[in-house]
């Protein structure tokens, strides 16, 4: 029995033995016959757990990341300088992190939590910026707007430390004192509540147009002092009395200014068209009587058969540059109103300040260091009617009403032999109304009329129709910034029949100084003086200076055509004759190029030797002076003589220049008394004996001179800019050496 189990067991581990064996063997030879290419993926090699932290290690852990977080504290809380409010609740949230953090008893919850709760703080500060910002978005930017002037208070305040910017200065250190405790206080301030948006806009706004206009002011002030400030009238500044109606100004008009009476008439458009074509016939005797409807509208310039208005239908008039598209002979006016434009010629003047409420409101900004100024401005007559009846008062800022007083005039004999647009000013003398003063001075009345009196001011000449003068008005009362100035009429009872002279731009200055007054009168008229060369001069523009004209027919031309170079050049034309201009009708002046003019008037039109234009040089000195200029011409000869107000009378004293055909208006030529070149000369009667005058020089004496260009009889040639140059002591040894040898 045990045999036999023996047995049973050897062969049961026989068996097994070779199933083992078997077993390998596949293995193997399943190993050894894989495929290369086959893509079971070998499995993933585990990662030993690592071993769990010590105690002693979760606590070092938790400390050094909470550690890292409030060592971001300045950082943080930087972001939040100007919301105190929120600044100070994340400091806290730091404090209280850095006294979990310092804790030596502190656990590693303790330190966890103390983590969560400051990146919460940190979070919750960041949401609250947000939410401010999004809700206060308009005091955010004025306080920003703040803080940006701040960072350069210290270079500001050092560009104007001279006594000049003093006042300047002055807002500038008041401004910024405003600033600085807003800014101090932040935005979100830890006590009371958040600043008002509008309080702080009111400090941060002019705060900042300070900054940016610093350079702007300085210049201001400079100008005020040392030269002065130029604000050319604005229409829209104009307020046109409640019971009075106006039209644009003539569409026809290029001078606005006029040395005769103006009487304005409904022009008709088609009568005498064809003038500019003929200029001395077409068939109506044009050369006695210009309309050919027996009006004898040279020698009568009221008539024309229809109703004359005692005033023009028009309040305010800006000088007009007439061009021809490629030079032809019809003409049209540039607009002054043009879209995005500036006005070749910024010449105005206001015609009327009549009617209830009637003001010109002058508008100027003074930044300089004086509460007082000067403010100067030309005027003359509107008609020669309204001599004797002239007022004007003016009211700065609140302040009271002053009186631009006038001397008053008396009329002697008039000397009928001197062209019409001239008598006026020879027929003049200037008396002070003292008994009137007298009158006004021991008026004690309590009526409301005399409460309205003006202040009396400085005097100045009595204005006249043909002769521009220069005002002189006292300012007081002056602030930091922008000023006002009204000008207005008179409303007492006793004084309604008075009228406004014309006014033209303004000048403010704050130094009663000779120079300064040179620079405005320069200005003016259009006048630049040069001194180099040994040489003396004062040149003349045409186009932007003051200046009367006799007629609506002489204009300022734009040629293209002149220069090689097509740059514009500006001509005045139809001085003298009685030519009519070709223009283009139909074009608009002030009403921005539409079809049709709105004001049609064609007056005034005087003709022959009463066509002159009116010019005005400040002379740095007496002596004799040379003239010289740009002109072109048509295909006839052509002349033009120069005379001063006192000689007009004395033919022998002028200069006349004579200039022969060069083709029809096709290049630019150059004119000088100074030299042989230019044919001057001209048969003058002196004593009733025919003379010739020869003269190259008209007499100036220093100062200003008023100066006539007209011809007796026949056309002038268009001129342009003119000048004016001193004799000195070596051109008088030349002259008198060359009159020896003839």
């Not at 003409?331 to 009327?352: C, E, G, H, Q, R």
Request: proline share 4%; glycine share 6%.
């Amino acid at each position: 029995m045990k045999r036999k189990n023996i047995l049973k067991f050897v062969s049961l581990l026989g068996i097994g033995s070779f199933v083992m064996l078997a077993a390998a063997s596949c293995s193997r030879a399943i190993n050894a016959n894989q495929n290369p290419n086959s893509k079971s993926t070998p499995a993933t090699p585990t990662t030993p757990t690592p071993a769990p932290l010590t105690p002693a290690q979760e606590l070092a852990a938790a400390k050094t990341a909470l550690m890292s977080l409030v060592d971001s504290e300045t950082q943080n809380t930087g972001l939040y300088a100007d919301y105190a409010k929120i600044q100070d609740n994340l400091k806290n949230a730091f404090l209280a992190a850095k006294t979990v953090l310092s804790n030596s008893s502190s656990t590693t919850q303790n330190l966890n939590e103390a983590r969560t709760k400051l990146q919460s703080a940190i979070a919750n500060a960041d949401m609250a910026k947000k939410d401010f910002d999004t809700k206060n978005s308009a005091l955010v930017t004025a306080y920003n707007s703040l803080k940006e002037s701040l960072k350069v208070e210290e270079t500001i305040l050092d560009s104007v430390k001279e006594p000049n910017y003093s006042a300047i200065k002055n807002n500038l250190v008041e401004l910024y004192g405003k600033a600085k405790p807003i800014v101090m206080a932040t935005l979100d301030p830890l006590t009371g509540s958040i600043p008002e948006a509008s309080a702080v806009m009111g400090i941060s706004e002019p705060l900042a147009n300070a900054v940016m206009r610093n350079d702007a002011w300085k210049r201001n002030a400079d100008n005020l002092v040392n030269s002065f400030v130029k604000q050319v009238l604005v229409k829209n500044d104009l307020t046109p009395g409640k019971d009075k109606t106006y039209q644009d100004q003539p569409g026809i008009y290029s001078f606005v200014g006029y040395s005769v009476d103006l009487n304005t008439t409904q022009a008709n458009t088609t009568n005498n068209a064809n003038q500019g074509n003929n200029q001395d016939s077409n068939n109506t005797n044009q050369g006695n009587n210009q309309d050919s409807n027996n009006t004898n509208q040279g020698n009568n310039q009221d008539s024309n058969n229809t109703s004359q208005n005692k005033f023009p239908n028009w309040n305010f008039a800006q000088r007009v540059v007439w061009t021809a598209p490629n030079s032809g002979p019809n003409i049209t006016a540039i607009p002054n109103n043009a879209k995005n434009s500036k006005p070749l010629s910024d010449v105005s003047w206001i015609y009327s300040l009549a009617g209830e409420g009637a003001k010109y409101t002058l508008k100027f900004r003074n930044f300089g260091v004086s509460e007082k100024a000067f403010l100067y401005f030309p005027y003359k007559l509107v008609n020669s009617m309204d001599s004797g009846k002239v007022a004007l008062q003016y009211k700065v800022n609140e302040g009271e009403v002053k009186n631009v007083d006038f001397k008053t005039t008396t009329t002697v004999a008039t000397a009928t032999s001197q062209p019409e647009a001239l008598q006026s000013s020879s027929t003049v003398r200037l008396v002070e109304d003292e008994e009137k003063k007298e009158e006004d001075s021991s008026s004690t009345g309590e009526s409301a009329e005399t409460k309205e009196t003006p202040t009396k001011t400085t005097m100045n000449e009595a204005p006249t129709l043909n002769d521009i003068k220069v005002a002189k008005v006292e300012l007081t009362g002056l602030k930091f910034g922008l000023n006002t100035v009204e000008f207005s009429l008179p409303t007492s009872s006793d004084q309604m029949d008075k009228v406004a002279p014309m006014i033209g731009n303004m000048y403010i200055t704050t130094s009663d100084q000779e120079t300064n007054k040179e620079k405005i009168y320069a200005d003016i008229f259009g006048n630049t003086i040069n001194k180099e060369n040994e040489q003396t001069s004062v040149t003349v523009d045409l186009l932007k200076g003051y200046s009367l004209a006799a007629s609506y027919d002489t204009y300022i031309r734009q040629y293209t055509n002149l220069n090689t170079d097509k740059t514009p050049v500006y001509l005045v034309g139809l001085i003298g004759g009685a030519q009519s201009r070709n223009e283009t009708m139909e074009v608009g002046v002030n009403n921005g190029g539409n079809s049709a003019r709105n004001n049609t008037t064609i007056t005034p039109n005087a003709v022959r030797q009463n066509r002159t234009l009116i010019i005005y040089v400040n002379a740095p000195q007496d002596g004799n002076y040379y003239i010289s200029g740009s002109y072109a011409n048509a295909n006839q000869s052509r002349s033009l003589y120069f005379t001063t107000e006192n000689d007009v009378s004395d033919s022998s004293k002028s200069v006349t220049i004579n200039v022969t055909g060069t083709g029809f208006f096709n290049s630019l030529l150059n004119f000088n008394t100074k030299e042989e070149t230019t044919m001057v000369g001209t048969m003058s009667t002196t004593g009733g004996h025919n003379t010739m005058n020869m003269n190259k020089t008209l007499h100036l004496k220093k100062g200003i001179n008023k100066i006539v260009l007209g011809r007796p009889s026949g056309f002038t040639p268009f001129i342009g800019n003119l000048t004016f140059t001193l004799m000195n002591s070596t051109d008088s040894v030349s002259k008198v050496e060359a009159d020896k040898a003839n």
